[in-house]
């Protein structure tokens, strides 16, 4: 895939990065008060 070499997909990885963290911060709230 070279895909990968192109700058949409460099700012589309760091993007994803960025939603990542507070997604993994609202699934983890969403488990703690589930308990």
Do not use: D, G, N
Not at 1 to 16: G, N, V
């Amino acid at each position: 895939m070279s895909a990968h070499r192109t700058p949409f997909a460099r700012s589309a990885r760091l993007h994803a990065r960025r939603i990542a963290l507070p997604m993994f911060l609202l699934s983890l709230i969403l488990s703690l008060t589930q308990v």
